[in-house]
């Protein structure tokens, strides 16, 4: 019987954490013959509720599950840790300055990247969902330094994920159809949905499209925009397709991508593609055996180049601003 993975997930008893927990219990974060055991690490207020939510996780009886611990303390959460989900964060709330919302991140993030650094596991791998999630996972990088940095990463799937609904419903294709999709840059509204290498049941993607228009005007603003339309629509955010972008993210990186494909992940730049070293951009990457290479030798033509540049820019922006903030 193989030993069980140890996964923490933070802000566990926030809306992404009642639709992520009941996923990873039931297999789908590592595979179904991969027993867990879950970390839910909370605000002191938020205890209470991830208890009940231990309760319901309880009462599934998933038979992978091999325990569940619920701590306020990062130490304790991370202890052991071969996987951790940052999905709590400080939300912007209305009249907040950007510098107030990286600095109330920074202390989230900061003490967890050294309770990471200070007790997780030697494989410890990290994703970064909790927004700004590219600079909070940059804060977290930073503040673990005996850990090799390409071990956090940030969420950039369920755009990722998105992109490829939105191409499959413009040409009519299957998503499964659909491959070498790729999202540049920063988690927010500069990222950049690529389709220029992207291939539609084996013909290119942008040249089966053939409208530059709509690429510009449509697609790129709805993939980009969508987290707003859903909370306009739902009445509350888009909880669940986040939750299952985060699932996937992991799944990929533990368990590879398939031949002739590729995903995007956000992850400390190794100066690829004109993005400074070190800032965690996304970039069209390939799994293998539980880590991750950058695709090399992508042709970037001039529309590509100024939307990487800009959310590229954008990124720099944040670490400046963390790095005036004493944060990294
Ligand atoms: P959610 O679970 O809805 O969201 C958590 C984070 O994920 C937010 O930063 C949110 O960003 C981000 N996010 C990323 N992608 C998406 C997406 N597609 N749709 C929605 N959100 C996305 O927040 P809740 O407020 O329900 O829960 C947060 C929990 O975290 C609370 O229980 C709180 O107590 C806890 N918390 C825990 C901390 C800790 O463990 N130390 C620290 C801080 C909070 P955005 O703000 O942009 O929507």
Same mark, same amino acid.
């Given at each position: 019987?193989?030993?069980?993975?140890?996964?923490?997930?933070?802000?566990?008893?926030?809306?992404?954490? +009642?639709?992520?927990?009941?996923?990873?219990?039931?297999?789908?974060?590592?595979?179904?013959?991969?027993?867990?055991?879950?970390?839910?690490?909370?605000?002191?207020?938020?205890?209470?509720?991830?208890?009940?939510?231990?309760?319901?996780?309880? &009462?599934?009886?998933?038979?992978?599950?091999?325990?569940?611990?619920?701590?306020?303390?990062?130490?304790?959460?991370?202890?052991?840790?071969?996987?951790?989900?940052?999905?709590?964060?400080?939300?912007?709330?209305?009249?907040?300055?950007?510098?107030?919302?990286?600095?109330?991140?920074?202390?989230?993030?900061?003490?967890?990247?050294?309770?990471?650094? &200070?007790?997780?596991?030697?494989?410890?791998?990290?994703?970064?969902?909790?927004?700004?999630?590219?600079?909070?996972?940059?804060?977290?990088?930073?503040?673990?330094?005996?850990?090799?940095?390409?071990?956090?990463?940030?969420?950039?799937?369920?755009?990722?994920?998105?992109?490829?609904?939105?191409?499959?419903?413009?040409?009519?294709?299957?998503?499964?159809?659909?491959?070498?999709?790729?999202?540049?840059?920063?988690?927010?509204?500069?990222? +950049?949905?690529?389709?220029?290498?992207?291939?539609?049941?084996?013909?290119?993607?942008?040249?089966?499209?053939?409208?530059?228009?709509?690429?510009?005007?449509?697609?790129?603003?709805?993939?980009?925009?969508?987290?707003?339309?859903?909370?306009?629509?739902?009445?509350?955010?888009?909880?669940?397709?986040?939750?299952?972008?985060?699932?996937?993210?992991?799944?990929?990186?533990?368990?590879?991508?398939?031949?002739?494909?590729?995903?995007?992940?956000?992850?400390?730049?190794?100066?690829?593609?004109?993005?400074?070293?070190?800032?965690?951009?996304?970039?069209?990457?390939?799994?293998? &055996?539980?880590?991750?290479?950058?695709?090399?030798?992508? &042709?970037?033509?001039?529309?590509?180049?100024?939307?990487?540049?800009?959310?590229?820019?954008?990124?720099?922006?944040?670490?400046?601003?963390?790095?005036?903030?004493?944060?990294?």
């Amino acid at each position: 019987t193989r030993t069980p993975v140890n996964v923490t997930v933070t802000g566990a008893a926030g809306q992404i954490g +009642y639709a992520l927990l009941f996923r990873i219990a039931s297999g789908h974060l590592l595979g179904a013959d991969v027993p867990v055991k879950l970390r839910l690490l909370e605000i002191p207020q938020g205890l209470k509720a991830a208890e009940g939510t231990a309760m319901e996780l309880d &009462d599934c009886a998933f038979p992978l599950l091999k325990g569940i611990d619920i701590t306020d303390d990062p130490n304790v959460g991370f202890a052991g840790a071969n996987v951790a989900l940052l999905v709590g964060a400080r939300p912007r709330t209305k009249g907040m300055e950007r510098g107030d919302l990286l600095s109330a991140n920074g202390g989230i993030f900061k003490p967890q990247g050294k309770a990471i650094n &200070d007790n997780a596991a030697d494989d410890i791998k990290v994703l970064v969902v909790g927004n700004p999630a590219n600079t909070n996972a940059l804060i977290a990088q930073a503040a673990a330094p005996d850990v090799p940095a390409e071990r956090f990463t940030a969420m950039t799937r369920l755009d990722h994920n998105r992109a490829i609904s939105q191409l499959a419903a413009k040409t009519g294709a299957a998503v499964s159809d659909i491959k070498r999709l790729t999202i540049w840059g920063n988690h927010s509204a500069t990222q +950049y949905p690529d389709i220029f290498h992207a291939e539609i049941a084996g013909k290119n993607a942008a040249e089966t499209v053939n409208d530059e228009a709509w690429l510009a005007d449509t697609f790129i603003p709805t993939v980009a925009k969508r987290g707003a339309a859903i909370i306009e629509a739902r009445g509350a955010s888009s909880a669940a397709s986040a939750a299952n972008a985060a699932i996937d993210h992991v799944h990929t990186w533990v368990n590879g991508t398939a031949e002739g494909d590729w995903t995007s992940m956000g992850i400390p730049s190794d100066g690829s593609y004109g993005v400074p070293e070190g800032l965690i951009s996304s970039f069209p990457v390939t799994t293998k &055996d539980g880590r991750y290479e950058i695709v090399q030798g992508l &042709d970037i033509n001039e529309f590509s180049r100024a939307r990487i540049d800009a959310s590229v820019k954008e990124l720099a922006e944040e670490r400046d601003a963390v790095r005036g903030l004493g944060l990294i």
